[in-house]
C-alpha cells in the first residue's frame, strides 16, 4: 500500500512520555534542589505542598484544594469523603481509568454504569438519569480527553434528587462549563498530575471543594484520618496515607505556573487541527458543547467505517508508517467487560461488595450501552501536547488527509 507523498514518519512528534513533549526544565529543578534544601520531605511539615494547594485553590476560584499521591487516590478521598454505606451506588462511565473505578469498590459501593454519548463519549443527563435509584449515593461525571460534559443539565437533575456530583478532571485542567471552572461545579473535583497529564509532577492528584466539611474529612483521609494540629487527634475513622511528598509538591508548584500558557497552546494547537480536518467526510472533529471550553489532554476523531474504508482500526494503521502513533478505541474494551467486573473479583473469593448490588445495577448487557459501542468502534485517539508546533501539525494534518484518501483508493 502506498503511503502518499509526505514523509511524515521523519517529522518526530513531542511525546509527553519524555522531555519532548514535557514542559519541565530549570524552574522544576530550582524547586527541587529548594525542597531538599530544607531538608523537610513530607508535607504535614513542608510548605511546597501547602504552597501548591493554596495556589490551585485561588486559579480555580474555590475554598479548598487539598493534594494527594495521585489521580486515583484523588477519586478514592472524594468517594471517602461522601461516607458511602455498603452497597450504595455511583453512577459512572464505562470509558474511564481503572483508577477512576476501583475507590468506588474499595469503599463497599458499587459502581452503576451509564451509557454515553458516542461523539464524545462523555454522560449525559439522560443517560444519568437512566441508571437513577434510591440507592445511587452520587455521580460521577469525567470530562474525558478535556471535554466538559454537559455540567448545567447534571447538576439541575443531582439537585433535584439531593445527590452529590463529583467531577473527574484528570484530563482537564482549565476546562470550563458555561464560564466555571471543572472542578467547581460539582461538590467535589478531582485532578491528576500523572505523567501524560497537562502539568505532571509524575504521579499525584489534587481534590477540590467549597464544603468545609467535605475539605475537612478528605484532609484526614490522606492523613490515615489522623487530625495533624487538632487538639486532641485520634485516627476518627479507617483511612489511607495518600500524602504527596514534598519533591513531588515541588515538581507541581513549578508546574502549575506553567498550566495556563499549557492550556492556551493546545487550545491554539487544536484550532488549527480542526480546521484542516473538518472538511473531510467520514472524519468528525471533536465536539464540544455551546459555552464549553476543552482543553485537548488528547485530541479525538470520530471515524465513520461506512465512508472511510477499515474506520478507525486501519486508518490507524496507515498513520503509524508516517511516525502517527494513534489509538483506536481508547479503551480496548468497557470497563464493565473487565474481569473485576465481570467475574466480580475483589476481596479473596468473596465478590463482596458485588454481593450487596441490585441485578440491574451490574447488568452489563451490550443492548444497554449502545453509545459506549458506537463511540469506542468510531473514536481514534491521536498524539497531543503542549510542545506540538503549528508545523507539527500541518504535518498531522496532511497525514490524516493522505491516509483517508489512500484507504479510499484501495477500496475503489
Same mark, same amino acid.
Given at each position: 500500500m502506498a503511503t502518499g507523498t509526505l514523509e511524515a514518519a521523519q517529522i518526530e512528534l513531542p511525546s509527553d512520555q519524555d522531555s519532548s513533549g514535557r514542559t519541565l526544565g530549570d524552574a522544576e529543578v530550582r524547586a527541587v534542589a529548594a525542597a531538599i534544601a530544607t531538608g523537610t520531605l513530607t508535607a504535614t %511539615?513542608?510548605?511546597?505542598?501547602?504552597?501548591?494547594? $493554596?495556589?490551585?485553590?485561588?486559579?480555580?476560584?474555590? %475554598?479548598?484544594?487539598?493534594?494527594?499521591?495521585?489521580?486515583?487516590?484523588?477519586?478514592?478521598?472524594?468517594?471517602?469523603?461522601? $461516607?458511602?454505606?455498603?452497597?450504595?451506588?455511583?453512577?459512572?462511565?464505562? #470509558?474511564?481509568?481503572?483508577?477512576?473505578?476501583?475507590?468506588?469498590?474499595?469503599?463497599?459501593?458499587?459502581?452503576? +454504569?451509564?451509557?454515553? *454519548?458516542?461523539?464524545?463519549? $462523555?454522560?449525559?443527563?439522560?443517560?444519568?438519569?437512566?441508571?437513577?435509584?434510591?440507592?445511587?449515593?452520587?455521580?460521577? /461525571?469525567?470530562?474525558?480527553f478535556g471535554n466538559p460534559c454537559d455540567m448545567p443539565a447534571i447538576m439541575a437533575l443531582a439537585n433535584k434528587h439531593g445527590i452529590p456530583v463529583i467531577e473527574d478532571c484528570a484530563q482537564a485542567f482549565l476546562a470550563k462549563?458555561?464560564?466555571?471552572?471543572?472542578?467547581? #461545579?460539582?461538590?467535589?473535583?478531582?485532578?491528576?498530575?500523572?505523567?501524560? %497529564?497537562? #502539568?505532571?509532577?509524575?504521579?499525584?492528584?489534587?481534590?477540590?471543594?467549597?464544603?468545609?466539611?467535605?475539605? !475537612?474529612?478528605?484532609?484526614? +483521609? /490522606?492523613? %490515615?484520618?489522623?487530625?495533624?494540629?487538632?487538639?486532641?487527634? *485520634?485516627?476518627?475513622?479507617?483511612?489511607l496515607n495518600y500524602r504527596l511528598s514534598e519533591l513531588q509538591g515541588a515538581v507541581a508548584l513549578a508546574q502549575l505556573e506553567k498550566l495556563?500558557?499549557?492550556?492556551?497552546?493546545?487550545?491554539?494547537?487544536?484550532?488549527?487541527?480542526t480546521s484542516q480536518l473538518g472538511h473531510i467526510e467520514g472524519i468528525q472533529t471533536p465536539v464540544v458543547l455551546p459555552d464549553s471550553q476543552h482543553v485537548y489532554w488528547r485530541y479525538c476523531l470520530n471515524v465513520d467505517p461506512a465512508e472511510i474504508p477499515g474506520g478507525a482500526i486501519a486508518l490507524a494503521a496507515i498513520l503509524k508508517r508516517y511516525g502517527i502513533a494513534s489509538a483506536p478505541r481508547y479503551i480496548q474494551k468497557p470497563a464493565f467487560a473487565c474481569e473485576v467486573f !465481570?467475574?466480580?473479583?475483589?476481596?479473596?473469593?468473596?465478590?463482596?461488595?458485588?454481593?450487596?448490588?441490585?441485578?440491574?445495577? /451490574?447488568?452489563?448487557?451490550?443492548?444497554?450501552?449502545?453509545?459506549?459501542?458506537?463511540g469506542l468502534e468510531r473514536i481514534l485517539v491521536l498524539p497531543f501536547n503542549e510542545r506540538f508546533t503549528p508545523a507539527h501539525i500541518d504535518a498531522m494534518g496532511e497525514a490524516i488527509r493522505e491516509s483517508v484518501d489512500q484507504l479510499r483508493s484501495d477500496q475503489a
Open positions: %511539615k513542608g510548605r511546597f505542598t501547602r504552597e501548591l494547594q $493554596n495556589r490551585f485553590a485561588s486559579l480555580l476560584g474555590v %475554598k479548598h484544594a487539598l493534594a494527594c499521591s495521585s489521580g486515583t487516590a484523588a477519586i478514592h478521598c472524594a468517594i471517602a469523603a461522601l $461516607n458511602p454505606q455498603p452497597g450504595d451506588e455511583f453512577i459512572t462511565t464505562p #470509558i474511564t481509568d481503572m483508577g477512576a473505578l476501583s475507590p468506588i469498590l474499595y469503599q463497599g459501593a458499587i459502581p452503576v +454504569f451509564a451509557d454515553v *454519548d458516542a461523539a464524545s463519549c $462523555n454522560l449525559t443527563v439522560e443517560t444519568i438519569a437512566a441508571r437513577l435509584s434510591p440507592r445511587t449515593r452520587g455521580i460521577i /461525571v469525567t470530562h474525558l462549563s458555561h464560564g466555571e471552572f471543572v472542578g467547581t #461545579i460539582g461538590q467535589i473535583g478531582c485532578f491528576s498530575m500523572q505523567q501524560g %497529564k497537562h #502539568i505532571t509532577s509524575g504521579e499525584g492528584g489534587l481534590v477540590t471543594t467549597n464544603d468545609p466539611a467535605l475539605a !475537612r474529612r478528605m484532609t484526614l +483521609f /490522606v492523613n %490515615k484520618a489522623w487530625g495533624y494540629g487538632d487538639p486532641n487527634p *485520634d485516627h476518627t475513622f479507617l483511612a495556563e500558557e499549557v492550556v492556551s497552546t493546545r487550545i491554539a494547537r487544536a484550532a488549527q487541527l !465481570r467475574e466480580q473479583r475483589t476481596f479473596g473469593d468473596s465478590r463482596w461488595p458485588f454481593t450487596l448490588a441490585r441485578p440491574e445495577a /451490574v447488568d452489563y448487557r451490550a443492548d444497554r450501552f449502545p453509545g459506549v459501542f458506537d
